[in-house]
């Protein structure tokens, strides 16, 4: 279910607060955050934003095409290491 309309996008106020502050001094830093859940905003277009993923931090350079969709999307929190071959199978 998604959020509803009246209370607008979540973005956790200690990101935007980075953000903002990158934004202000012009630098191209990468912003670590363990905020997942936020949405991305306009303002966070072009800036590198370290997504943790419960292990380590998956830098996401943020384009105009992910605006409107979760950080955690873009950082995904399972690896996939392929399916059980045909001699594993066999093997007992």
Do not use: C
């Not at 590198?48 to 950082?75: C, K, Q, W, Y």
């Amino acid at each position: 279910m998604s959020r509803s309309i009246k209370k607008g996008p979540y973005v956790d106020p200690k990101l935007m607060k980075k953000v903002a502050n990158i934004q202000a001094a012009g630098s191209r830093n990468v912003i670590r955050t363990w905020a997942r859940a936020s949405m991305i905003m306009p303002e966070m277009v072009g800036l590198t934003i370290a997504v943790h993923d419960g292990r380590r931090f998956i830098p996401v350079l943020i384009s105009e095409n992910m605006v409107g969709h979760r950080l955690g999307e873009f950082a995904p929190t399972r690896t996939f290491r392929g399916h059980v071959g045909r001699s594993d199978r066999t093997t007992k």
